[in-house]
């Protein structure tokens, strides 16, 4: 059944990634309580576009001050530019294989590809790139377009290609998993790409490195208009993966070790939002029946659990 | 005073066992490994149906049999029920390096059984060895810490073979190797995903044939099926297949279009699946070379060109067979061919023929680019086995012109913006090339 189209929400408001940029930032929080890691410390790199988001709340939330934004349009130089929220940001132009080996890898970062397209062996390659250069306590984060129908319909050269052959063609024969064909389909596909993305973050770590590993932390997926999936973890050495342990990130909802976790925020309006508020917080999820709204059930738990990270978009008066 | 006498001395001359284990492991992958040891369960297997003379179905001659391999970063173990190794092999030869020069060749053995493959992935991979096995009749055990083995007296290779029972046993038929204290690079590979994913599919690639008589493989838990190599066959397209036999050995010759060809060959390009095509040379049902793509099986020979990216798509199996395992073309490693074979010989020439049809066809195709392609992915993918007997490949039939190869670079603007001015729905330089000439071909010259 087609969405109706109010729930077709105009694509410059996303809530379920806004919660997703939230969640990220308190894992990186939540890590930071180590005194081991400290994220003031920090460098971020990020792909900002012209908005930024990711990086006003590392500056903001986590007092991160060099941040890194890198962008491919050589067209919108000077837009990237005029619209760097902090002086602490840098803007570099240029694909992220150009601009990858040209930073400074000697210090402790936090990398966040979030790519807007769908999966691409670039990527791949940027994973290789920057995992060489990392070093223990480093954070390398990815998002992706994780909609199925990217590996169906795909021909090479006008010869259709079968979806677990095209997914291997993009990804590498040794990421995808054995048998992956019953998977490929709307509801399992962001599964696959999560541990596609598992496989090649652990695996070029234990190639580059001999002495240390990748520890997934985060498996999400959340879709406003687009399925995406962001895959992310720590690399770290013996003893700073005993420190990881020790700040507790395990035991957040949505630690990559408990599977892949779900957000799925409702689009909802003003007066409905603060409706809902009104029960929350409360023990348990609400019944669909207290609301004089219809809301799904998934729907109504990832609103119950996150509600306070659910943005608030209000028309600016200038 | 008298002359010195000339006398003769000795020079040392042994090996060391520390060397000896360096140049043993050099050059083998771990994934070889893993196929070198389940190379071994299949010649468990097939000595255990000979001895109990028992003419099995052939489809499912090794139905009932399995083998279990586990690996992480800490350990190593493949476990199977494929017969164990008596008490006089184990003592006699199982464990020396190499056939030894006076152990009189059971003929009914295959070549190169209790070569090097057991002891070079046990050595390969780890410090402590446990070998547990048992034939039904006899069983031992055998715990093997290499840097204690290497302090033994120089002269000494010996292993020592513990809890060994005779003429009857409880411990149940087969064998089980152990191993710990694994180097940390081997432990670093088990752990991760990649090589789970990449030695399953070489497993699922080199015994597919394997895999389908019912051998049963399991790598971590989950149980591994075959991948048959695949050819497409219609009225148009159709690999060429034949039988011939010499003797007691027999060959078929299987070779042809898999997949349609590239039309990018350029390096960046990575063509799906390309590491899977070229030739495949099985002896009774063991894959013995891989996707070759080197004179081994032909390529650059004579009037065959050697490999390049644009006879990507093409597979061709050569299977020999013998109840007679020494007159097959196989090398006692059991992973390389044996050129010199006779019967090889004859088959190459049969393959060099199939292989210059293809790379011709290559060549001609791109006359009729469209055409051949459409033909090419219209024939139907099957199986080897369900593929007809044919003395001819057939390929689509295309229009024999001499074509020029035309490339050039120009700004990425300037093709992106002729692009879109000729309406194309992606940019494609290819495409811009082709239709800016036949623009200026159809409005210039003159017909």
Redo the contacts between chains.
Sequence with gaps: MREPSFEKIDYTLRPNKNVQRKLVVEMLSRVGRSPRFKLANYRYVGLGSIWFADFILMHRHLGITDLDSIEREATRERRMEFNRPFSCVTVWIGPTSDVIPTLDWNKPTVVWLDYDDPLRKYMFDDFEAVLRRLHSGDVLIATVNANVDQIRDVKEEEVPLDPDTALRQVCGDENVPIDVAPDLNPKRFPFVVGKIFANALVTTTARSHTDLQFVPLLNITYKDTTRMVTCGGMVVDDSDRGELKASGVEDLEYFAGRGQFEISVPHLTHKERLEFNKLLPCAAPPDPSKLPFELKPKEIESYWKFYLQYPVYQELQH | MPEEQATTETAQGNPSKGFFIAMLTRDISLSDCILDLLDNCVDGINRKVRTNGAMTDTNNKYSGFWVTVKFDPNTFSISDNCGGISLDAAKNYAFRFGKPEDVIQDPGQPIGLYGIGMKRAMFKMGKAIKVVSSTGEDSFELDLVVDDWRKQPEADWTFKLSNVRRNATDVEVGTTISITELH??VG??F?????S??S??AI?RDYAFILQHGLIVKVND?A??GTMPTFRESGEVAPLRVRRSEGEVEVEITGGLS??P???DSPEH????A?SYGWYVVCNDRVVVTADRTNVTGWGVGSVPAWHPQFYGFLGVAHFRSSKPQLLPWRTTKRDVDPSNELYKKALVIMCEAAKTFTDYTNRRKTEL?KA?GL??AAPVKPISAVGFSNVMKLPAVARTTMRRISYEKPATEVEAVARALRLRSVSAKEVGIRTFDYFVEREVEK
């Design positions: 940390p690079s670093r590979e752990g991760t995903p990649g090589f994913i990449s399953t599919r699922k989950k591994v099926h997949a349609s590239p039309e990018d990575r063509f799906p699946e590491e469209k392609r090419e992915s």
